[in-house]
């Protein structure tokens, strides 16, 4: 399994960013695979999942209508697009494989004034 988050960055609050995760040696097409983050001091949240076949999704209520989570399936390709951001947003985002937890080594989002 190798999973590799990039686009993390600085940005104001208010802002917006796009993640994305790229997915190899194991059936991504296949898999419900999930964004999880983890902010100073703090244990791992669960922001997004989505099913192997995109057509269910779920977003915590503390992202809920701010982030969307999607796919490629055809490029083992994983998204967030991140809107509206918080300073409370700020954490290490992390691809994960939903059901084992397997995750990347994340990309940083800070959200700073």
């Known amino acids: 399994v190798h999973l590799v988050e990039s686009g993390g960055d600085l940005v104001q609050p208010g802002g917006s960013l796009r993640l994305s995760c790229a997915a190899s040696?194991?059936?991504?097409?296949?898999?419900?695979m999930s964004w999880v983050r983890q902010a100073p001091g703090k244990g791992l949240e669960r922001v997004s999942s989505?099913?192997?076949?995109?057509?269910?999704?779920h977003h915590a209520d503390s992202v809920k209508g701010r982030f969307t989570i999607s796919r490629d399936n055809s490029n083992n390709m994983l998204f967030l697009d991140m809107n509206n951001l918080r300073l409370e947003d700020t954490a290490i985002y992390y691809c994960?494989?939903?059901?084992?937890?397997?995750r990347g080594q994340g990309t940083q989002v800070t959200v700073s004034s």
């Open positions: 989505i099913t192997s076949d995109g057509t269910s999704l």
């Open positions: 040696g194991f059936s991504f097409s296949g898999t419900t």
């Open positions: 994960a494989i939903t059901l084992s937890g397997q």
